[in-house]
């Protein structure tokens, strides 16, 4: 199994911009598609991006293309968040997750890091 560790998170105002790490241990990192997501309170946990191992491919929701970038380094064991022109509904407790098929499925999730958005 990997390990996962998400950091990154904080308060910004709507249009602002952050950027979420998620640092892997464990197993080898590079063998594991990664993916973001995130649970707003009183909703169900959604889908964000996902990322193929090799980064040849991704995939995002609707709601947040074209303002969400996600990236990874295999020499670093982690993958990125670049999150930009931030919304109040992007307000959530964001979690990575690794695994082994594409399409992704989470297999492992990191405890989340907590982003909100104020108007």
């Known amino acids: 199994q990997v390990q996962l560790a998400e950091s990154g998170g904080g308060l910004v105002q709507a249009g602002g911009s952050l950027r979420l790490s998620c640092a892997a241990s464990?197993?080898?990192?590079?063998?594991?598609?990664m993916g973001w997501f995130r649970q707003a309170p009183g909703k169900e946990r959604e889908f964000v991006v996902a990322?193929?191992?090799?980064?040849?491919?991704?995939y995002y929701a609707d709601s947040v293309k074209g303002r969400f970038t996600i990236s990874r380094d295999n020499a670093k064991n982690t993958v990125y968040l670049q999150m930009n022109s931030l919304k109040p509904e992007d307000t959530a407790v964001y979690y990575c997750?690794?695994?082994?098929?594409?399409?992704?499925?989470?297999?492992?999730w990191g405890l989340g890091t907590q982003v909100t958005v104020s108007s």
């Open positions: 997750a690794a695994g082994t098929t594409w399409p992704f499925r989470p297999a492992m």
């Open positions: 990322i193929m191992w090799n980064a040849i491919s991704t």
């Open positions: 464990g197993r080898t990192f590079s063998n594991y598609n």
